[in-house]
């Protein structure tokens, strides 16, 4: 069994251990992945706050790759799930086989028991299977015929989906993107970047063999928890809390919603704002942290007006525009 305060990567529980090992990420991912420092970023802060993350961006961007590559840098296992109309929710979750053998019942566990879920385009099945992911998100654990079974820890659902492609997807409901805690849009390379992939790639890089690349385990499970305590310290003046509270509101308030954001994301505002405030070296929350994690938590929590989406309203204007608006605490 391995010691509650050293991981296999050879890393204490120290926070300030904790804390430079998670930086070392982008570094370790850097060498598979080229660019996404935000979406490395949105992936720690999740974990820090065992949260959950849907990815969007088109095909072909590294969304698989990004999430092979940070479970490999922290040593965690990860299953991946095509998602697809005839996949059904015991596919994901496990079910009870029996055995001729001993004329029993047995449970087969679903790749959902993982420490790393990468839901691969999970608005191409339909609804029912869509929510069997519901109780393993919220409650991290599987009930099959009645009887719960937990989920490993850390457990970390990444789902991905097409912006682009409607034709034959089953949009996520609200309840579902409410359970999500960021949602991370990737974005196409940009030129140098796109020219260094190339240059990787002509140069014999495999993005099926991140051993090769020289991905190696850099931070662990007793890191990951010795950071979560540490979050968990980071100190919120009431100021930081009113200024979370103000900017939610204020969506519920907008014209060009309809739909603003509930208590729930209110909530979660403020644990990726502690996160990322304790990622970037401090024990206490600025606006500016908020600011800069508001449009991740809160772009899926919110509903456009149709005829506000028609004069290309999006999301993240309106989030940008009460951010603009919303007093800020000195």
């Known amino acids: 069994m391995m010691d509650p305060t050293t991981d296999n990567a050879g890393n204490t529980g120290d926070a300030g251990t904790a804390r430079a090992s998670l930086e070392a990420l982008r570094a370790e991912i850097a060498k598979a992945v080229v660019g996404q420092d935000p979406a490395v970023t949105g992936l720690v802060v999740a974990l820090l706050c065992r949260g959950h993350v849907l990815l969007e961006g088109v095909p072909g961007v590294a969304k698989t790759l990004l999430v092979r590559t940070l479970a490999s840098a922290l040593e965690l296992d990860t299953k991946r799930v095509q998602f697809t109309p005839d996949l059904?929710?015991?596919?994901?979750?496990?079910?009870?086989?029996?055995?001729?053998?001993?004329?029993?019942?047995?449970?087969?566990?679903?790749?959902?028991?993982?420490?790393?879920?990468?839901?691969?385009?999970?608005?191409?099945?339909?609804?029912?299977?869509?929510?069997?992911?519901?109780?393993?998100?919220?409650?991290?654990?599987?009930?099959?015929?009645?009887?719960?079974?937990?989920?490993?820890?850390?457990?970390?659902?990444?789902?991905?989906?097409?912006?682009?492609?409607?034709?034959?997807?089953?949009?996520?409901?609200?309840?579902?993107?409410?359970?999500?805690?960021?949602?991370?849009?990737?974005?196409?390379?940009?030129?140098?970047?796109?020219?260094d992939v190339l240059t990787r790639h002509a140069s014999g890089f495999n993005p099926r063999d991140l051993r090769a690349a020289g991905v190696r385990p850099v931070a662990g499970p007793a890191d990951l928890e010795a950071a979560r305590a540490a979050v968990a310290k980071t100190t919120v003046s009431p100021e930081i809390t009113a200024y979370v509270v103000d900017i939610c509101r204020a969506t519920r308030e907008s014209p060009s919603l309809t739909l603003g954001v509930s208590p729930r994301g209110a909530t979660a505002l403020l644990a990726t704002s502690r996160a990322w405030a304790w990622l970037t070296g401090r024990d206490y929350v600025t606006p500016d942290d908020v600011k800069a994690l508001a449009l991740p938590t809160l772009r899926h929590r919110v509903q456009l007006r149709p005829?506000?989406?028609?004069?290309?309203?999006?999301?993240?204007?309106?989030?940008?525009?009460?951010?603009a608006h919303v007093p800020v605490p000195r």
Request: aromatic share 6%; hydrophobic share 35%.
């Open 307 to 323: 005829e506000a989406e028609m004069e290309g309203v999006t999301a993240d204007s309106v989030i940008n525009a009460i951010l």
């Open 88 to 195: 059904m929710p015991s596919d994901v979750t496990g079910s009870l086989v029996y055995d001729t053998r001993t004329a029993e019942f047995s449970f087969q566990p679903g790749p959902v028991f993982t420490n790393l879920l990468l839901a691969d385009e999970i608005n191409r099945t339909p609804p029912k299977t869509q929510s069997s992911l519901l109780e393993a998100m919220e409650e991290r654990q599987v009930t099959v015929d009645g009887t719960p079974r937990p989920l490993p820890e850390p457990f970390l659902v990444a789902a991905t989906q097409n912006p682009v492609e409607y034709e034959g997807t089953y949009p996520l409901p609200e309840a579902q993107l409410d359970r999500f805690l960021l949602k991370l849009t990737i974005p196409l390379p940009s030129r140098q970047d796109e020219i």
